[in-house]
């Protein structure tokens, strides 16, 4: 299974075995997610990450069709390109009966379709019979519910349980309860329609007799409840109506945002498949839109996750930014607690909702530890203005963005130095706090670890940006006073970074600067976040560029965190070796930004080289760092999430920069600088793009040396300009 252990009392996931099968099938709704195997079922094999969860626990840890005892023979599954309903397909195999006779394998057809909405997995089981005389066998399902929480599916051991109580079954009905030691009561209701023939605690049986071509219908709902926390339309509703009510969400938020077509199908897979996921890890919340980092180890809240996949969807759908930049607003840090390394203005990391967290058992029911968040809410923020010009939002979290920029220079520079740096605080929290979070991610030439505080490259940059958005809103908010001194503090800082942070040796940026200022002298992908931010020098970005995209980072399929030329290199390591979908868009954006969009395209053709070689064209959290060899696809890391938020969003963030595309409301203006096409599209029309309170359809043409753009509909006041 997977483990999640403490070493050097960093937490990170180990897998110490292989999933069962890597065709796993996952669904998502709100605070519920489900994984299952591909023949539906959810079994405790492989890492025994199967199940469906709610709010951090398991409700549902197994679940297996069987007919006449033995398990149905695979003929194809998928879900569906919405990601609202899983389908599955299945035969009998020969199968003994009554008399000595024996059904012959594929004369029954075995059709299942799963839905997760508002907190219950809904399943409808259609068995037709093809043959020519009638069959009866046995159905059954098998069922159970441990109600672990999150983090002990990862491999987190108690020493001390709650209580799994009775069950309790009625003719149709199954309660499945546990009282953990927080006091509160977790039920799984599965409610079975018809009324199967015999009915336990863990088994349900029904008798099936069909005619030639004769079929029946058989329903399942698995309803998750937690005693004392309101759930969204808790009755429960039938299969028909709960799958309506789920198309429909789906369906409204993929017409809301801009909608992108090319000529090259594969291409409209992958974009669909990564709008689809999207809208699937996205949660409504108080405060709007939230797009949740991943399943299934991520399902929930985090802040440098939900800024960054923001950042990369915000000129398709601008609202997400808006309903992250408002969680955020509303659960950021106002006071000193350094048992969940939370400071004044800081923002959250993580929050989790299970039994672990509520209990402290695990650091994070609200946790703090990330240096990077805070700038980035910043930097989210004045790129929110930049893509809507809606000012009057930016006023109301505008207390919010001061307090950012004091935990900045209050609490991010303890030392004055000008540079922001982490030293975790929290005896169980995270022990490296930038985006590369594994405990083994931040070292010197010779291998060994950094010691803190720890000074970041990118966060430098993730500052430097910060400070310049926040300058203009407050220019714009009537504030030039401090709009100066933050330009000031930004120009700065770029020089300071620029002389302390380069390494002539390596030929790029220093990774971090240890606790005594020395580089720590690494060849990585961080530096392409240098770019990214525009902190870099334009002659030190050139020399960046050029490395990230040589053999020793750029494998073929994507640039590698760390170069192989270095000590910890391992491509089959979380941070040192593998490749991250976000942190290529990142990097491919940094080189359209300095003029290097070539390089970026380089980039964004090894991404769409990704999806085609990888399941349902759906870019994983991380894959390994392997070389590209002719006729093999990427190697896959065992225990990545997939879907994930900031995988999802890399193709546009990847498209934005390769089309050179920026937004200034002010002018109600989209532009378009140096835009390039791939060879692989031939043309790209962009519908319902929005600014300013104007639509407008785009039709893009790839030419020899340029990329023509038409504006075929066009409804209020915006105009297309083309910087050549």
Not at 399 to 417: C, H, M, S, T
Not at 454 to 462: F, H, N, T
Not at 629 to 655: F, H, I
């Amino acid at each position: 299974m997977a483990n999640k252990i403490q070493l050097g009392e960093q937490w990170y996931i180990l897998a110490t075995s292989s999933p069962a099968d890597e065709r796993r099938r996952v669904l998502k709704d709100g605070d519920s997610f489900a994984l299952f195997d591909r023949f539906g079922d959810i079994q405790s094999v492989g890492m025994g990450e199967e199940g469906l969860y709610h709010g951090d626990t398991r409700f549902l840890s197994h679940q297996e069709l069987l007919i006449n005892g033995v398990r149905p023979m695979f003929l194809n599954s998928s879900v569906k390109e919405s990601n609202g309903l899983f389908i599955i397909e299945l035969m009998n195999p020969d199968l003994a009966a009554k008399g000595g006779k024996t059904i012959e394998k594929g004369l029954m057809h075995i059709f299942r379709a799963k839905l997760l909405w508002h907190g219950a997995c809904y399943e409808h089981i259609r068995v037709v019979n093809f043959g020519l005389e009638e069959v009866k066998a046995t159905l059954s399902i098998e069922f159970g519910a441990d109600f672990a929480d999150i983090f002990e599916v990862r491999g987190f051991e108690r020493s001390k349980h709650g209580t799994i109580l009775e069950p309790q079954c009625s003719t149709n009905k199954v309660l499945l309860h546990y009282r953990g030691l927080d006091k509160t009561v977790r039920k799984t209701h599965i409610h079975f329609d018809p009324e199967p023939m015999e009915i336990s605690s863990n088994r349900v049986d029904y008798s099936i007799i069909l005619p030639p071509k004769g079929e029946t219908h058989l329903y399942m709902i698995a309803r998750c409840e937690v005693e004392g926390h309101e759930m969204q339309n808790a009755e429960i509703l039938d299969y028909i109506s709960a799958l309506r009510q789920a198309g429909n969400y789906i369906e409204s938020h993929l017409k809301d945002r801009c909608k992108i077509s090319t000529s090259n199908e594969l291409v409209n897979d992958w974009i669909d498949r990564s709008s689809s996921d999207l809208v699937m890890l996205t949660s409504t919340l108080q405060q709007g839109d939230y797009p949740y980092a991943g399943v299934p180890w991520y399902s929930t809240t985090f802040g440098r996750d939900g800024i960054l996949t923001a950042h990369e969807c915000l000129w398709i759908d601008p609202k997400l930014a808006k309903g992250v930049l408002g969680f955020l607003a509303a659960t950021q840090a106002t006071e000193s607690d350094p048992s969940r390394d939370a400071e004044p203005g800081k923002i959250l990391h993580e929050a989790r909702k299970g039994e672990l967290a509520a209990l402290d058992e695990v650091p994070f029911r609200r946790y703090y530890g990330t240096v990077d968040a805070t700038p980035l809410f910043i930097g989210l923020a004045g790129a929110y203005y930049e893509r809507t010009g809606d000012l009057e939002f930016i006023r109301s979290i505008w207390p919010n963005i001061l307090r950012a920029l004091e935990w900045i220079d209050k609490y991010g520079d303890v030392d004055g130095d000008g540079f922001v740096e982490y030293a975790r605080r929290s005896k169980t929290g995270l022990e490296q706090q930038g985006w590369k979070d594994s405990h083994d991610s931040i070292f010197h030439r010779d291998g060994s670890f950094a010691k803190a505080p720890i000074a970041l490259c990118e966060v430098q940059g993730y500052v430097y940006a910060a400070k310049l958005h926040a300058a203009q809103l407050a220019e714009l908010l009537g504030d030039a006073q401090l709009a100066r001194r933050l330009k000031e503090a930004a120009e700065q800082l770029k020089r300071n970074f620029n002389e302390a942070f380069w390494c002539e040796e390596i030929g790029t940026y220093a990774i971090a600067l240890d606790g005594e200022k020395q580089q720590c002298k690494i060849r990585s992908s961080n530096a392409g976040h240098a770019l990214w931010s525009g902190i870099a020098s334009q002659k030190y970005a050139e020399r960046v560029a050029t490395q990230l995209t040589g053999s020793d980072s750029f494998s073929g399929w994507g640039i590698r965190t760390i170069s192989r030329s270095e000590s910890r290199y391992n491509p089959m390591s979380y941070h040192n070796g593998s490749i991250w979908p976000h942190d290529n868009a990142l990097i491919a954006a940094g080189f359209a930004r300095y003029g290097f969009t070539d390089l970026a395209m380089k980039i964004l053709t090894a991404m769409f080289d990704v999806s085609l070689a990888v399941d349902q064209h759906r870019l994983p959290e991380l894959f390994c760092g392997f070389e590209k060899r002719s006729g093999e696809g990427p190697t896959l890391y065992p225990v990545a999430c997939s879907p994930q938020a900031w995988a999802a969003g890399t193709v546009y963030y990847l498209l934005q920069a390769c089309l050179g595309m920026s937004f200034d409301p002010g002018r109600s203006e989209i532009r378009f600088r140096h835009p390039q096409l791939p060879p692989f599209m031939e043309n790209m029309e962009i519908r319902d793009l929005s600014l300013m309170g104007a639509s407008l359809d785009l039709r893009l043409q790839r030419y020899p040396n340029n990329v023509g753009i038409n504006v075929v509909r066009k409804t209020g006041k915006a105009e297309v300009v083309i910087i050549a």
